[in-house]
Structures are given as structure tokens and as C-alpha cells.
């Protein structure tokens, strides 16, 4: 993206390096703190009427708070939520650059931030860590994961799982607040890597067109070359049969190849 390079070449320097390292550490430091005092979790929520009565530190604090669940004790699924967004953010920072994932994040606060002061709800990071989760397998599509902790997927697949729910989702939902929450949410997604998917798609489409065309324009296995104008025997049928072209054009078999005439002395 040509916009990007522009805006790196003169505000790179401004990019926070190992930004997800931060909020990973903020996310530990924020669950230790709720573990301290379950209600801690409340000042830090992205409440609009709040951010309006002077809490401002609301726009960013949300992004600390641990967004996980599973069958394992809660530590446990805690630190590998932590570790999981660790490994998701440096993966994409060798891939990105700094700058650009600083963008891309900010792209996706921006868009959460909006829609919660559009419908005047509160939303946590759920959909933005997605976003990193997408963007992911956009970019190391062949990558293992171990899902549960004991079976291998590739990223791919669990970008395509995570894809395929969250549609359904917003299909059957009858909560706007949700479904704009989402678009808007994966709008850094769409921005960064969709002209990418679109050119990719029509690559392949391209791909499998002339493809197409090749395969109906090649010679049938049945076809073949020879075939004697007498006994229609082919190299097919007969496959030791030398076949010569006479004069008057037509291909025959040694056996029916026309004399030529005897010459008048």
C-alpha cells in the first residue's frame, strides 16, 4: 500500500516497537489486579457516558483486559491467552514491521472505539485480538498451532473455524450493535489484506480459466495421427504398421500404399 509506505517513511520513527508485548503485560498485570479486587475490572471497561464524564483512560484500558475461557484451571488459560497473543503479535511484527502493526491495531481501537460510542454500549478486545488472529493466518497460513493444547492445525484452519462462526453469528443475531461491532471491528482486516485476497482470487480464477481452455484444447487421448486410407487401421490399433502419405495426399499402410505408375520406355 503506497499510502503506507508514505506515512512509514515519515512516521516510522513514532512506531512502538513489541506493541503487543505491552498490552500482554498490561493484560497479566490487569489480571493479577482483578484477582486482588474482582470490581477493578469495571474502571477499565470502554464505557462511552463514562469517557464523556472525564474517564478517559477508558479508550485504551479496555484493550488490558484478559478476554479467555476454556475447560483448564483459569490460571492456565490465562497464561496461555497471554502467550497465544505474545506469539500472535511478534509473528506479525516480523512480517509487518512496527509501524505497520501499530496501524493496523490503532486501525482496529479506532473502529471499536466508534461503535461504541454510535450505540453507547460497552466492548472489550474480543474482536480486536480476532483481528490479530485473522491477519495471522493471512500471513503464515501454513503455521501450527496446537488447538486445546494436544491437537495440530495449521493457523489457516483455525482462522477459517474462527471466520465461519463469526459469520453465523452475525447472520442469526438480531443485535445491530453486534454486527456493526463487527465489520467495523475487522475493518483494519479488510483494509490491509483485502485488495490482497481480491487480487489472490482473481489470480486463481485466471489460473483455472486458462487451465480450462488448455485442457479442452488438447488432443483427446483417442485421437491419432495415422490411419490408412484403405483398412482405417491407426497406430492406435496397430502400433508396429509403418504409414506413408501418397501422391495424392492420402496416408495408407505399407500393405495399401498405391504403386507408382511403371514408367513408358
Request: aromatic content about 18%; glycine content about 8%.
Amino acid at each position: 500500500m503506497q499510502i503506507l509506505d508514505r506515512l512509514e517513511s515519515r512516521y516510522g520513527r513514532y512506531a512502538i516497537p513489541g506493541l503487543i508485548r505491552y498490552v500482554v503485560l498490561f493484560n497479566a498485570l490487569v489480571y493479577i489486579l482483578i484477582k486482588v479486587n474482582p470490581v477493578f475490572a469495571d474502571a477499565l471497561v470502554l464505557w462511552p457516558a463514562k469517557i464523556l464524564q472525564g474517564e478517559v483512560w477508558r479508550l485504551v484500558t479496555y484493550i488490558f483486559i484478559p478476554q479467555f475461557n476454556g475447560f483448564l484451571p483459569e490460571w492456565f488459560n490465562a497464561a496461555m491467552y497471554m502467550f497465544f497473543l505474545w506469539w500472535l503479535g511478534n509473528g506479525l511484527e516480523q512480517a509487518m514491521g512496527a509501524f505497520r502493526l501499530n496501524v493496523y491495531y490503532f486501525m482496529g481501537m479506532a473502529g471499536i472505539t466508534l461503535t461504541s460510542f454510535f450505540f453507547g454500549s460497552g466492548f472489550g478486545a474480543a474482536m480486536l485480538n480476532l483481528s490479530l488472529l485473522f491477519a495471522f493466518a493471512h500471513v503464515y497460513p501454513d503455521e501450527v498451532i496446537f488447538v486445546m493444547y494436544i491437537i495440530p492445525a495449521k493457523v489457516k484452519w483455525l482462522g477459517w473455524i474462527a471466520g465461519a462462526g463469526l459469520a453465523f453469528a452475525f447472520i442469526t443475531s438480531g443485535d445491530w450493535s453486534f454486527r456493526i461491532s463487527v465489520v467495523v471491528a475487522l475493518g483494519n482486516y479488510f483494509l490491509f489484506f483485502g485488495p490482497e485476497v481480491y487480487r489472490g482470487a482473481r489470480i486463481r480464477q485466471q489460473t483455472a480459466e486458462r487451465r480450462r481452455k488448455f485442457d479442452e484444447a488438447k488432443i483427446p487421448e483417442t485421437a491419432t495421427l495415422h490411419e490408412c486410407a484403405v483398412c482405417h487401421r491407426t497406430e492406435a490399433t496397430n502400433p508396429d504398421i509403418d504409414f506413408r502419405v501418397a501422391r495424392d495426399g492420402q496416408e495408407y499402410c505399407r500393405e495399401h500404399l498405391p504403386k507408382p505408375p511403371e514408367r513408358v520406355a
